[in-house]
Every structure is written in C-alpha cells, then in structure tokens.
C-alpha cells in the first residue's frame, strides 16, 4: 500500500511546486510515474487508488484478435490534472472519464489520460478505454498465452498491461467483474463465479464473471477455448469448477478428482479456503514452450500447461499442493512489493513439500522426508545467496530462482525449528487472518511471528532473509553449508527465466 511519494516523485512535485510558485500559479498534479518498487521501479501509478476493473473481452475467432473494453474506477488521493494506467502492447481507440472524452498518450508501458475536468482527491472516477488486443503480438513480454482457438491469461509478474490497462502492481487490488464473448462452439470464462449468460442470437455468447473478494492484477485469468467445465461440490460446500480442454476431458478427471483431498488437507494446516470457489484450468496448445510455468495461480482458477496434469499424483500431488497453497499466499494475502515474493513461493514450496513427503512420495533425490531435504537445500544455502542474491532482496532477473522457491521454504524451515510446530502455525494462521484479503510485506511477517511468539524474531529473520552468508540451523548444529562455486544451472529450477514462476518442489 503506497502512501507517501517515492523520492524521485517527491523531488518532480517540488521541482513543479517551485516553478508554480515563481509564476503564480497552482502546480499540476500528475499520476505519471511509478510506484518505485523494488524489482519493477516503473510498475504501477501514483496518485490513485484503483477500485474496481468491469471488464469486457470479445474474442473474433476469424482473425484470432480481441477487441476489449476496461473501465477502471479510481479515488485520487490527490487533485489530478491527469492520470496514468499502466498499458502495453494496446491498440487504444478512445477513452472516456466519467462519460465523457479524454485526450490520451501512450509512452514506454503508459497510458496517460487527461480529462476534461480536474479530478479531485477523494471523488471516485470512471475511467473507460476501448481497445484491441492481438494475443499472438510479439511483446517484450506479455500476458497473453495463445491458443489454437483462444487464448489464455498469465500476467505474472509484470504483464496483466498487457491484457488490459490497469494500475499494475499487486499493492492496489481492487474488485473485479469479467464478461467475456466468444463464439457458440468455444467458451468464455474468468476468474470468480459465472452470473449471467446471455445469449446473443448471433452465433455469440457472453458469459458474466464476479470475484467476490478484491484481486491483484497479476491474478486475474481470462480464457477461451472449446473447453468443458466440470462442476461439484468441495468440502464444506466449496464450489468446485474445473475448466478443461474438451478433447481432454476424460484423461484429466483423475487429477482433478485430487483436489477435494488436497483442499481438506491445505485448510487442516492454514484454516478455511478464503475465496468463493477454486479449481484447475488446462489450457491447450500445439505448442508447450508457450507455457513458461507449471501452475499459475490465477485466483479461483489455478492455470496449468498443458500435458502436467495427465502424469500420476505422485508426479505431481505437490506442485498441486503448492499452488493451492497460493490462495491464501499470494492470492488471499498478496505481497506489498515484489521483493517480497518469498512469501508467496517459500510457503508454497514448503506446504507442497510437507504434503509431499506426509504421502510418502520421494523426491527426484531419493529424500523421503522433509528434514532430509532441508539438510541438503541448507547446503545450498550459500551457493544460492551467491549466485541469486538473499531470499528477500530479489532482482528482475533472479526473481523467480530457487531462493525464492526453496531458499523461502528453509528460511519458514528455520524458524519452525526455533519457535517449535505449535507456535509456528500460530505465527502462520495470525499472519493470514490479519492481512485477509488485503497486501503484506517481509516486515509484517517479521512484526507477526514475534508479536505472536513473545521473542523478538526480527534479527533472527532478518539475517535469514537478508544475510548474505546462511546462518546455523536450530536445532541441527551438525548441519553445514557447501562451499562456493562459480554460477551454475542449480541455482535456477527448471522451467524459470521467464515471466511466470513454476514452482520447485
């Protein structure tokens, strides 16, 4: 949650403020830069807070393009004579604020929108862009996965601009409504729960999403293909909705027959579900390179590639596990900044991992327990913090490496062993019971498991986190840390380098 201006937008307002002043005249306002953050400085905008996205897709199978409409509501948290949507790769039509035509420019990764009126701090604003979209675009990066007959949504972690003009950084989640079109043959859906189909008697369909719960960009999903969605009932009367490629349909069922049992499992660990629905989305494709993930944990609707759901559970009950784990780490409770993607990834391996070796399920390395695999991760532990930096100090380029991942996993490890099984899950369930449904950073886990142990933590964490040698391991004074070799492969898991993270365990 970003409320005091970063430097370099502190030092444009006083540079404005002082030419203001010298002529007379009251400074504009302006929303044009970035939020600052750690790994993605030119991310997101300031000077509003993003409400709600109400978007509308139309999927045009003749030419495979896409033709989209966002309309954004924002509350300016100060007077602005403009304002900026993150936005890249969009062919921009017109723009409207609150009914009415706005001038706009798209620069670097930015839509600017100047209305025809000031809008002022506090009133909340309509801002509606009508565009088109190819998903096939060649793009620095993208969000986009295309389809043979559609497409599919991955905006992690930088890319949802480029799927639809948004205020794209996980700090400012907003609500989220999804229509989608498509032509009768193929299906539309999204993230959240279905609330309306209309049909349009033209050989079209639209199909009407709402996430009941606030979303961060990089979760949402939005998809079409021939595909087929099977519905029941989880535990506690959870909704179960599962979307597949139709031609798959049977091959699937066994892997999504497992989710009923994970989630049982999941909520024995970290409480009730938080979200109005879950299930398991396989896109299709001719191309499995499209897929630079595993899973993707796009909220209610967890994305994989194609093929990895059809191997035996003992292949892939974990990683399942993991990006179930994801609702509450990362979808549920979404990370203040993306240096602080430890969070997310590190209990999501570390859940998985659990889960993995609870079922008696060797890993590639023959451990069949998780203090077995913990030992050997900590002899990585400064090969790691070489290669990739400490677990909370992520760059772009090493942002979904092994330290994120299972370098999180042993920091969570540690302070199990120090704190014991008991108070860590107490540390786990405050944690996620105090920020529900809202954003938090390394610092709140850190303020969280020492409020909740009567220790002060912080130093302790803090050197796991940041320390750039791996400190002794409680409990297990016989364990130690492998020396340092120049970079190698082992430091990166199997199928990062790209955009999306995929999970290690």
Not at 120 to 128: D, E, K, L, Y
Not at 222 to 247: I, K
Request: aromatic share 8%; glycine share 10%.
């Amino acid at each position: 949650m970003i409320s005091l201006p970063r430097p370099r937008v502190a030092l444009a307002l006083l540079l404005a403020l002082c030419a203001a002043l010298l002529s007379g005249g009251a400074p504009p306002a302006t929303a044009a830069d970035g939020l600052g953050d750690p790994v993605f400085p030119a991310l997101g905008n300031t000077g509003y807070r993003a409400l709600a996205y109400d978007l509308a897709f139309e999927y045009r199978a003749d030419t495979r393009t896409v033709d989209a409409t966002a309309v954004v509501t924002v509350r300016p948290t100060r007077n602005l004579a403009r304002l900026s949507l993150d936005a890249l790769g969009l062919d921009v039509h017109a723009v409207r604020v609150d009914g009415r035509p706005a001038e706009f420019t798209t620069h670097d990764e930015k839509l600017t929108v100047t209305p025809a009126k000031e809008l002022h701090r506090g009133a909340a604003a309509r801002v509606a862009v009508a565009y088109s979209a190819d998903p096939r675009a060649a793009l620095p990066h993208t969000g986009w996965v295309p389809t043979p007959d559609g497409f599919a949504v991955a905006g992690q972690p930088d890319s949802a601009h480029t799927v639809f003009p948004c205020n794209d950084h996980p700090s400012d989640k907003a609500r989220f409504t999804i229509a989608v079109t498509a032509p009768d043959g193929l299906l539309g859906v999204a993230n959240g729960e279905l609330t309306r189909t209309e049909r349009l008697g033209d050989g079209r369909t639209t199909r009407r999403y709402v996430s009941r719960e606030p979303m961060a960009t990089e979760l949402v999903q939005v998809s079409v293909g021939d595909y087929t969605v099977r519905e029941r009932t989880g535990p506690h009367g959870l909704p179960l909705r599962d979307v597949v490629p139709t031609a798959r349909a049977a091959e699937l069922a066994p892997a999504l027959d497992l989710t009923e049992d994970q989630l049982r499992w999941a909520e024995a660990h970290l409480g009730p579900f938080p979200f109005e629905a879950y299930g398991l989305m396989s896109a299709d494709t001719d191309d499995p390179a499209a897929f630079a993930f595993t899973g993707l944990e796009t909220q209610t609707l967890t994305l994989y590639k194609p093929g990895f759901l059809r191997r035996p559970e003992s292949a892939i009950g974990s990683h399942m596990m993991h990006e179930l784990v994801h609702s509450w780490f990362g979808d549920s409770v979404s990370p203040a900044t993306w240096a602080d993607l430890w969070l997310n990834e590190g209990h999501a391996d570390y859940y998985g991992l659990a889960y993995r070796y609870e079922r008696g399920w060797p890993d590639d390395q023959g451990h069949t327990t998780l203090v077995d695999r913990m030992r050997r991760l900590y002899g990585l532990g400064d090969q790691w913090r070489h290669d990739s930096g400490p677990v909370g100090s992520p760059t772009a380029d090493h942002l979904f490496d092994s330290q994120r991942y299972t370098g999180g996993a042993l920091v969570l490890f540690a302070l199990h062993e120090k704190v014991g099984a008991d108070t860590f899950d107490r540390i786990e369930r405050a944690f996620l019971r105090t920020h529900r449904y809202g954003t938090a950073s390394t610092r709140d886990y850190l303020r969280t498991a020492s409020e909740v142990s009567g220790q002060d933590l912080g130093g302790f964490l803090t050197d796991w986190l940041y320390g750039l040698r791996t400190p002794p391991m409680p409990g297990h004074p016989d364990w130690t840390v492998g020396p340092v070799t120049p970079p190698s492969a082992a430091s990166r898991p199997a199928g990062t380098g790209a955009p999306q993270g995929s999970g290690t365990v």
